[in-house]
């Protein structure tokens, strides 16, 4: 199957946004998280849709940790910037193959 240049370049630029919105909402539910913790979270968060979906009952629960002290959304974050990375490095051809590689791995390691 021969892909088109433009195909190509407009599906990485479409992954790199992805990655870089994943980055941002991720870097904020981590600040969300120090705030509710320490208790200086003194506003609603934009994701509190009511008692069935709040952001602050998820920051305060043990699930938001991976290892204590450390955020799961402070992982998430820096999983998105190497993909960032990876779909920014992918845009040149001939390492398109062994990006390609790495972000399979990646994900086969985020599955586990």
């Not at 919105?21 to 994701?47: H, M, N």
């Amino acid at each position: 199957m021969n892909r088109s240049p433009q195909s190509s370049h407009l599906k990485l630029s479409l992954a790199s946004f992805v990655a870089l919105i994943g980055t941002g909402v991720a870097i904020y539910l981590t600040q969300l998280y120090y705030k509710v913790r320490s208790g200086t979270a003194g506003f609603a968060s934009l994701c509190n849709l009511g008692d069935g979906m709040s952001c602050d009952i998820a920051a305060n629960s043990r699930w938001a940790e991976l290892l204590p002290g450390i955020p799961l959304s402070s992982i998430v974050a820096g999983w998105m910037i190497a993909l960032l990375i990876l779909t920014l490095l992918a845009r040149i051809t001939e390492w398109r193959q062994d990006i390609a590689r790495v972000g399979m791995a990646m994900t086969g390691f985020g599955l586990v």
